[in-house]
């Protein structure tokens, strides 16, 4: 079952309900089969030659990401707010 599916998904890139069911009953997907792509095959190599940190505080370590992405969040909306009022000048 698994092959007849595989060859109908590498020709049309669709799989029917019945299908779908089949493979989330045997957790399996067609894509499972494809190879990886050589982009994502160069982050998994970087990301497995990176240093691993050492985590204390989950719940610290969540906060600072937030903090961070806050941050980064205000700088590219003042970015924004900088070229519309650019715009709006008419420079």
């Known amino acids: 079952m698994k092959k007849v599916i595989l060859e109908e998904y ?12 089949f493979c989330e009953s045997i ?9 990886m792509k ?9 990301a497995m030659r990176e240093t691993p940190i050492k985590i204390d505080d989950v719940h610290a370590f969540f906060d600072d990401i937030r903090a ?15 070229k519309e009022s650019r715009a709006l000048k008419g420079n």
């Open 38 to 46: 050589k982009s994502f095959a160069r982050k998994v190599s970087a």
């Open 68 to 82: 961070s992405n806050a941050a980064k969040m205000r700088k590219k909306h003042q970015k924004g707010v900088l």
């Open 27 to 35: 957790d399996w997907h067609p894509v499972d089969e494809l190879p």
């Open 10 to 21: 590498l020709k049309t890139r669709k799989v029917t309900d019945q299908q779908w069911a």
